[in-house]
């Protein structure tokens, strides 16, 4: 569907619909983004929000709007995974009470936050909220060239303080850095400022050219391909033995593409804007446990994952600025159940290479950064390289036991015990866990899952497939590690 077929369909212009749901009860909405306003103390080169310190607030929520939209995305998940965000968040005065009122509903709710602005104070108040973990921005090693991107002095610093304030407190974190022509070589020295400061997860993010970030180029397709293949590597892809899943020397140390990957360690590394980071994964090893996906492309947005805009707009995802509603007109129930942009990306009819390739199931594409260089979100993604056919045009698709997002469904007989231990599992990885334990039952002839069950069936999976592979993972997940999925 074509920008310019629909050129209501803005965050400027939200867009009326009556169009009927399509397969609307085969997604759920896992993950919520909010941008809850527009106002920021950094002016970042990249910035999608185009945030800026002096932005106007009068279309943002107020805190019982705020409360009547999370009652509404409760309709559809009451364990949903929320990101308060901006802009910056902690300029709001409210957000310890927004995020208070999530908790109290029983979402997991992190913080995604520049840093600066974050004290003893607010990692205090952070905990007493129920927030969980945030996500801390550094986009460089060199403090110098982060403050020029982030255009504030000492920005540098102040994240990273942030990050040793939020351990102090023990709160969990993630770090992200957006990744560029400029940056790309620093990679693997943000691999191991990530693993100093202590991080659970590290995120790069692939440019999208929207918002500020529509004046930066972005890295080249054949860029792409040799650092998603690093990152691959670089978590033990491709290797024999388990010990190698975690790490071995590569050769050629001193070449900064094939360093060690042990400097990883127990830090999770993801790439995210890239969904073609799993065909890499695939061609390297189809077996590998990183090809955990969701079903129907690695791409959540508008199926699994949205975000909302502080003036109610309710979008596929930050980078793709086309309105499916807005809260103000509608509940985030009927936008999320009945919108036509949401129901193009659930049942996607890809153009050019997309289209036509092996892996539109377990990649599918960034329909963001389509939607930026081409005007339309169903074209192909200009960042992949690969050119189909190397598969013979075979379909290639994933086995439940890997995918995200499946209903839970129980065949068997469960124990409370085991049914609690099912729920304490975050809500996108449950059906995944169900089916996997009650197909170990049903071959070994187990009539009523247990707890014993769940943990056989967990031991089994390490051993097949290494250490990263581990549902006990799932159980005591910190919401900082789980937010890399959004």
Not at 85 to 109: H, M
Not at 112 to 140: C, F, Y
Request: one cysteine or more; proline letters at 6%; a neutral charge.
């Amino acid at each position: 569907m074509r920008k310019d077929a629909l050129p209501g369909m803005t965050t400027e212009h939200p867009v009326q619909f009556t169009q009927p749901t399509i397969n609307a009860s085969r997604y759920r909405a896992y993950s919520v983004s909010w941008n809850l306003t527009q106002q920021c103390n950094l002016f970042c080169a990249h910035c999608y929000m185009s945030a800026f310190s002096h932005a106007d607030t009068s279309g943002e929520f107020s805190t019982r709007e705020c409360y009547r939209v999370m009652d509404g995305i409760a309709e559809i998940n009451p364990d949903v995974f929320l990101i308060l965000t901006g802009g910056e968040p902690l300029i709001r005065k409210d957000i310890f009470d927004l995020s208070a009122y999530g908790t109290d509903k029983g979402f997991t709710v992190v913080l995604g936050t520049n840093g600066v602005l974050l004290r003893e104070k607010e990692a205090k108040a952070m905990r007493r909220s129920g927030i969980q973990g945030a996500s801390i921005s550094l986009d460089s090693t060199d403090a110098k060239k982060h403050d020029e991107f982030r255009k504030l002095p000492h920005a540098f610093r102040d994240a990273v303080r942030a990050t040793q304030i939020l351990k102090a407190e023990g709160l969990d974190f993630s770090i992200h850095m957006s990744v560029m022509p400029w940056n790309v070589s620093e990679i693997p020295a943000m691999i191991d400022l990530a693993r100093a400061l202590g991080a659970r997860v590290l995120n790069f993010f692939f440019l999208v050219q929207t918002g500020r970030g529509a004046e930066l180029a972005d890295i080249q397709p054949a860029q792409y391909e040799e650092m998603l293949t690093y990152l691959a590597k670089a978590q033990g892809v491709g290797h024999d033995q388990g010990e190698g899943r975690r790490g071995s020397v590569f050769d050629q140390p001193e070449d900064p593409w094939t360093v060690p990957a042990g400097r990883s360690g127990e830090l999770i590394l993801r790439a995210k804007c890239a969904p073609h980071f799993r065909r890499i994964i695939y061609q390297l090893d189809p077996e590998s446990v990183l090809l955990k996906n969701y079903a129907q492309g690695s791409c959540p947005a508008g199926k699994y994952y949205c975000r909302i805009s502080p003036n109610g707009d309710v979008t596929p995802c930050p980078y793709m600025p086309v309105a499916a509603g807005n809260l103000r007109q509608q509940s985030f129930a009927e936008i999320w159940r009945s919108a036509p942009a949401l129901n193009d990306l659930r049942d996607p009819k890809l153009g050019g290479r997309c289209g036509e390739c092996e892996f539109s199931e377990i990649c599918g594409g960034c329909r963001c950064r389509a939607y930026a260089t081409y005007g339309d979100y169903l074209a192909e993604d200009p960042a992949c390289g690969y050119q189909p056919g190397a598969y013979g045009g075979r379909r290639i698709t994933l086995p439940q036991e890997q995918t995200f997002g499946l209903e839970v469904t129980m065949t068997l007989a469960w124990s409370a015990e085991a049914r609690e231990r099912l729920r304490r599992l975050p809500s996108f990885a449950r059906g995944m866990v169900a089916r996997s334990v009650e197909r170990y039952a049903a071959e070994q002839g187990i009539a009523m899952i247990t707890p014993e069950i769940m943990r056989i069936v967990r031991e089994q999976a390490e051993t097949r497939l290494g250490r990263r592979f581990n549902f006990s993972e799932f159980s005591r997940e910190t919401p900082a590690l789980k937010q890399g999925d959004a």
